[in-house]
């Protein structure tokens, strides 16, 4: 009888970590961020893969595949490009302004050092 109990208990574990261990490998959780951002699920895995070819998501097992790099680094060019594009935006238009100005108050002492000279 205490036979039994020990290969009950052996299965009980061995299933238990059976199963965590799916759950690990599961990309049930990349497959949601990703749609989040928009992307189609198309190129996706719901079970992690080899990444050894992959340039920027890790080398081991993973949920990302080559088409979600290029995708997701493409994603991620336009987005700083486009925060780069405002803040500059903001810049330009200080730097403008304030050259405006300068400019203004140039022509003005051009203007009162002309007048100054005629008197």
Not at 2 to 12: N, P, R, V
Not at 67 to 94: A, G, P, Y
Request: aromatic letters at 8%; charged letters at 25%.
């Amino acid at each position: 009888m205490l036979w039994i109990w020990a290969i009950f208990c052996t299965l009980s574990v061995l299933s238990r970590s059976v199963v965590a261990d799916l759950k690990a490998r599961s990309c049930v959780e990349v497959r949601q961020a990703y749609s989040a951002k928009g992307f189609s699920l198309v190129n996706v895995p719901h079970q992690e893969i080899s990444g050894e070819h992959l340039r920027i998501c890790p080398q081991g097992y993973t949920c990302c595949t080559s088409e979600m790099e290029d995708k997701l680094s493409q994603q991620s060019k336009l987005e700083f490009e486009n925060l780069v594009e405002e803040t500059s935006h903001s810049l330009r238009t200080t730097f403008v302004s304030r050259h405006k100005k300068f400019d203004d108050s140039d022509v003005l002492r051009v203007h009162y050092a002309i007048n100054l000279s005629t008197i």
